[in-house]
């Protein structure tokens, strides 16, 4: 069944409707998993309102088979009639998957008038139409979508001002029936006021969320759905963030699931071969080589994460440092002690030495989380890694070797993380 909506007439009645979800900026970045896994869980929780709105962006470049890609994914999960306004990556075939590129869509109680900007004009044909719609005794609740943000007071990275003024020479006169402008494009949110009227940026639809000023922070922004909806014969609209995933069809397919697991093992075992012959191949003198297999252990890291991406259950950020720090503790507390002695037992000696090594670095991992959690009073900006057996120290200044194998400190790799 397609969701998508190809848009052939410029003025679409859409009946009895009370909500629809704003999706800003899947595709921008790529279509890879990892981002595709955001966009569906998008799609599934705005599948509860009446119809989807994508705020432009759909694709990274306008090749068919980008194109091809993200409506096969849409048209599968999204469930609602699905609409799109064309984002400044929106480029080639865009009207051949997704039709005019200025609408209105005039339902009972609301009016979505999407407008093309994404070469940051307006175009004559979409203002006219906009003049016409407001025009309408029938039109009461009118938003106002389109991709490049108007002026405002949090970034500069929107339409200019002379812009902006033919846009609102049309309104004007029809000023009080336009109650929000929706826009995505930055790879955030926010909430301003322009002219009176609310204005509404999200772009966290899939795009990796960025700083975008110094308000606005990456830290402070999660991925999200923007819903709009009727209360009270008034539109309204919430943010909704998605710290759960909605999406959830490989993980309830048990065969399909156990794959996912098993190919997540096989990436990570095929990442940790190739770097461990990058260091043979290093030592030998084949630099090409060594090089050649620290990029093939990247790509496969890569795609163990895809895979992971599928996978895995969005947990709050102080939960998961919790989870992180409890799974640590139980390592060293009973699961590499009592495998230890179990391979003591057998005389597998390597293994023993192996998980009672590991067992005395787990504790360190779950101290230096249990200070992480205290966000504000964690210090720590250095570290050192042993790369012989991956012990983790804060401080190496009064010793030569590494405390657990005794490795020499001059192979020590530092990680710094200085804000």
Do not use: W
């Not at 039709?99 to 008038?113: C, E, M, W």
């Not at 639809?205 to 402070?220: H, L, Q, T």
């Amino acid at each position: 069944m397609n969701f998508i909506q190809k848009v052939t007439a410029p003025i679409l009645p859409i009946g009895d409707v009370s909500s629809f979800s704003l999706i800003g900026d899947p595709g921008c970045e790529g279509l890879g998993t990892t981002m595709m896994r955001v966009y569906v869980n998008a799609l599934e929780l705005a599948s509860r309102d009446d119809f989807i709105l994508i705020a432009g962006d759909m694709v990274p470049t306008g090749k068919r088979r980008f194109y091809e890609t993200i409506s096969e994914i849409t048209n599968s999960v999204a469930g609602k009639d699905t609409y799109i306004l064309r984002g400044n990556h929106d480029t080639g075939v865009y009207t051949e998957y997704f039709g005019l590129q200025n609408y209105a869509l005039i339902g009972d109680s609301f009016t979505v008038v999407v407008l093309d900007n994404a070469m940051r004009t307006f175009e004559a044909e979409g203002l006219e139409l906009l003049g016409r719609v407001l025009a309408m005794e029938e039109c009461r609740n009118v938003v106002i979508a389109f991709h490049i943000p108007l002026p405002n007071h949090f970034i500069r990275n929107s339409v200019s001002e002379a812009e902006f003024e033919r846009l609102r020479a049309v309104y004007a006169p029809y000023r009080e029936k336009v109650k929000y402008f929706a826009c995505g494009h930055v790879h955030s949110r926010f909430e301003d006021v322009v002219d009176g009227i609310p204005l509404i940026c999200s772009g966290g639809g899939g795009a990796m969320i960025e700083d975008v000023s110094e308000e606005i922070k990456a830290s402070d922004v999660d991925y999200h759905i923007v819903r709009f909806f009727m209360e009270e014969g008034r539109i309204c609209h919430r943010i909704v963030d998605l710290t759960e995933m909605y999406y959830k069809r490989e993980q309830q397919e048990p065969v399909l699931k156990e794959k996912l697991e098993e190919a997540v093992k096989g990436e990570l075992y095929a990442h940790l071969r190739y770097l461990t012959f990058a260091d043979r191949a290093q030592k030998r003198g084949y630099e090409k080589v060594a090089n050649l297999m620290r990029a093939l252990a990247d790509s496969e890291y890569r795609h163990a994460r895809s895979f992971f991406a599928v996978l895995e259950q969005p947990v709050p950020f102080m939960e998961a440092l919790s989870g992180f720090r409890k799974s640590e503790n139980f390592e060293f507390e009973r699961l590499y002690p009592m495998v230890s002695d179990y391979a003591a037992g057998i005389g597998g000696m390597l293994a023993k030495q192996a998980f009672a090594d590991a067992a005395k670095m787990e504790r360190s991992h779950a101290e230096l989380i249990a200070k992480a959690e205290k966000l504000e009073e964690f210090s720590v900006d250095t570290l050192y890694v042993c790369p012989v057996c991956g012990c983790v120290m804060t401080a190496v200044d009064e010793i030569d070797r590494c405390p657990v194998c005794g490795a020499p400190k001059r192979q020590f790799r530092e990680f710094t993380g200085k804000e």
